[in-house]
C-alpha cells in the first residue's frame, strides 16, 4: 500500500480481554517500530523488528505485551488482559532499511479504549 | 483536577511570519535527532532530521539547529502557513546501542493566527 495501514482504527473492550493490533508495513519496508502515544504527549517506544526478528523490546510494559512478524511482514501487537491503564494510541511505523537514523513512516494508529 | 500531558507548550503566531519551536533533549549520547510533525487525527510525519556532527541543517521552509554543549535543539520554520498548525516532536536517538527506538519530547502545539 502507499503507506502504513493499521487496524482496526477504534477499538473498544473490556478489562480482562485479550486484544490485537494490526500493522501493515510499507511494501519493502524492512524495520517495523511499534510506539504507544498517549493524548498530549510524543510516541512511546515500544518495540522493533527488523526482518522477522524482533531486535528489541525493552520498550514494553510487561509481560502482557507481545509482539510478532512471523514473516517479516504484517506485526500484530497483542495485549492480554488488558487493563484500564492501556488505553491509549497504538502507532506502527516501517522504515525501508535497517538502522538507528533511518526516516519512520508511521500510520493512522490504532486507539485503544479500555473499559 | 488538572490532567498532565494535555498542557502541550502553545506557539501562536501570525501567518507569514517566522517560527522557532525549541526541545531540550536529555542523552548527551544522542547523535541523531529529528523533528516531525502531527496534524489532529494523523500520525508524526517526519520533518527533517540533523546529525550530531553537524550543527545546522535546511529544507524547505526549514532549519533545524542543533547545540550539543547545552543539548539544545530548534526548528525554524519560514513564513509559517496555516498549514503549519499542528503538534511538532522532536526526536532523539543514538547509534551506540540500547533501545534502538527514538525517543520523543512532549511536544509543541503551533498555532497560526490569520
Known amino acids: 500500500g502507499a503507506g502504513v495501514s493499521q487496524s482496526p482504527r477504534y477499538k473498544v473492550t473490556k478489562r480482562g480481554q485479550d486484544v490485537a493490533l494490526r500493522c501493515d508495513p510499507i511494501?519493502?519496508?524492512?524495520?517495523l517500530y511499534w510506539y504507544r502515544q498517549a493524548l498530549g504527549q510524543g510516541p512511546e517506544f515500544l518495540t522493533y523488528?527488523?526482518?522477522?526478528?524482533?531486535?528489541?523490546k525493552s520498550g514494553l510494559p510487561n509481560d502482557r505485551f507481545s509482539a510478532e512478524r512471523p514473516e517479516g511482514s504484517i506485526s500484530t501487537l497483542t495485549i492480554q488482559r488488558t487493563e484500564q491503564r492501556d488505553s491509549a494510541m497504538y502507532r506502527c511505523?516501517?522504515?525501508?532499511?535497517?538502522?538507528?537514523?533511518?526516516?519512520?513512516?508511521f500510520g493512522s494508529g490504532t486507539q485503544l479504549s479500555v473499559l | 483536577g488538572e490532567s498532565v500531558g494535555l498542557h502541550l507548550p502553545t506557539l501562536s503566531v501570525q501567518e507569514g511570519d517566522n517560527s522557532i519551536i525549541n526541545c531540550a533533549y536529555s542523552?548527551?549520547?544522542?547523535?541523531?535527532f529529528i523533528w516531525y510533525k502531527q496534524e489532529s487525527g494523523k500520525g508524526p510525519q517526519f520533518i527533517i532530521d540533523?546529525?550530531?556532527?553537524?550543527d545546522k541543517r535546511q529544507g524547505q521552509r526549514v532549519t533545524v539547529l542543533l547545540n550539543k554543549t547545552v543539548k539544545h535543539l530548534s526548528l525554524q520554520i519560514a513564513a509559517t502557513q496555516p498549514g503549519d498548525s499542528a503538534v511538532y516532536f522532536c526526536?532523539?536517538?543514538?547509534?551506540?546501542?540500547?533501545?534502538?527506538?527514538?525517543?520523543f519530547g512532549k511536544g509543541t502545539h503551533l498555532i497560526i493566527q490569520p
Open positions: 511494501s519493502g519496508h524492512v524495520s
Open positions: 542523552n548527551s549520547a544522542s547523535d541523531y
Open positions: 526526536a532523539e536517538n543514538n547509534s551506540g546501542g540500547g533501545a534502538d527506538g527514538l525517543t
Open positions: 511505523a516501517s522504515s525501508l532499511r535497517t538502522g538507528f537514523n533511518e526516516k519512520l513512516f
Open positions: 523488528f527488523n526482518y522477522e526478528a524482533q531486535q528489541d
Open positions: 540533523i546529525r550530531s556532527n553537524m
